[in-house]
């Protein structure tokens, strides 16, 4: 092991703005249902231009309750891509439903739109599209044939708080759209989640499911739970209408996402920062590409993720990996595809090879450190590590 301090792979970025606001939400008694989750639900969605923002206590609930509330079930297709965190597609099986993976495009890393329609069935009743590392590519063609088709679009914007693509926010197209809020997220609550949506009925219905399936409380409604003063039980709040889950954010990580918000723009400014400079840093390398951002995109950067070159192997990559771990540089594999998981390729009889450019991508991709505080001499020693690393695995050739 290396030395030097540790360079970790992703690191929130919390100021004394955030520590106050979660410290007065404890003080004030109210932990749960209050107007920390209004507040953090009104800036996510004004921020994105959607009517309707859900908070929830994970990017996995979200997708969850979204596909709850499509009335998605056994005997349904939902389309994904196979190149992602495996909750994009696990919310599929979570409510019985099959997803069919679409390959990707290999420049984007996202969902390839010319094989999108040939994948379409009758039994077609969502797609879910990812923001694959923060890059919008392609959301508008994908919203276009899912409208001419008819079918909901889901955005999976977990990595993606902040991107637009031709100006309108990545969460804004399609039907509805989820942003994560894990501490390796843009911005983070500690654990959490936000439905965006203009679907009054989907926004209805996803905040009773993520309530136990209690009734909404209508506007100018006397307050129906006063459990956090003194337990009584009144009006309707044990009364359920629907099947639900508890899938609610707590007042203390709602308080932190609202002062999160509050300096997204901040936070944002210092990602594409950091990312420029490991840009220019890499910029002429022979040996990996980092993700392409489509002119028209604004990307917001979740990861830095690298694309080996091709000669390179699967056993390379984890051998790289793992030479900057032994240096003290986080480092990670994302991602392997989904469909190849052991328990997908049972579940759904997938075998190797059916996914090509998301095979080949998965084998060479990693991400190498990325947070805001990143100096310019950290991103140094990442970029020669890494050069050293590979160098290694090719002692023949140069390495850059
Ligand atoms: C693409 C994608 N979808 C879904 C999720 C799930 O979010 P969470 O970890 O908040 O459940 C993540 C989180 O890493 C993600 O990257």
Redesign the pocket.
Known sequence: MSALSPIPLSMPDISDLEEVMVLETLRSGRLSIGPMVEKFESLVARRVGCRFGIAV???????HLLMASLGIGPGDEVITTPY?????SN?ILMVGARPVFVDIDPVSFNMDPAQLEAAITPRTKAIIA???FGNPAHMDVYERIADHHGIPLIE?????LGATLNGRASGSFGTAG?F???P??QITTG???MIVTDDSGIAELCRSMRNQGRPIPRPGAAHVHTHSAGGQHMGSWLAHERLGFNFRLSELNAALGVGQMERLDHILAARDTIANQYLSRLAGNTFATPIQVPQNARMSW?VFALRLADRFTQMDRDAIIADLRENGIGAADY?PCIHLQPFYRNLLNITAGQFPQAEALAQRSMAIPFHNRMTSSEIERVVSTLERAVAKRMPQRKAA
């Open positions: 206590n994970s990017g996995t609930s979200g997708l992602s965190f495996i909750a994009s919310c990812v923001s694959t999976d914007s977990c990595e993606a989820v994560g809020f894990y390796n997220k654990e959490g989640g979740f991602f």
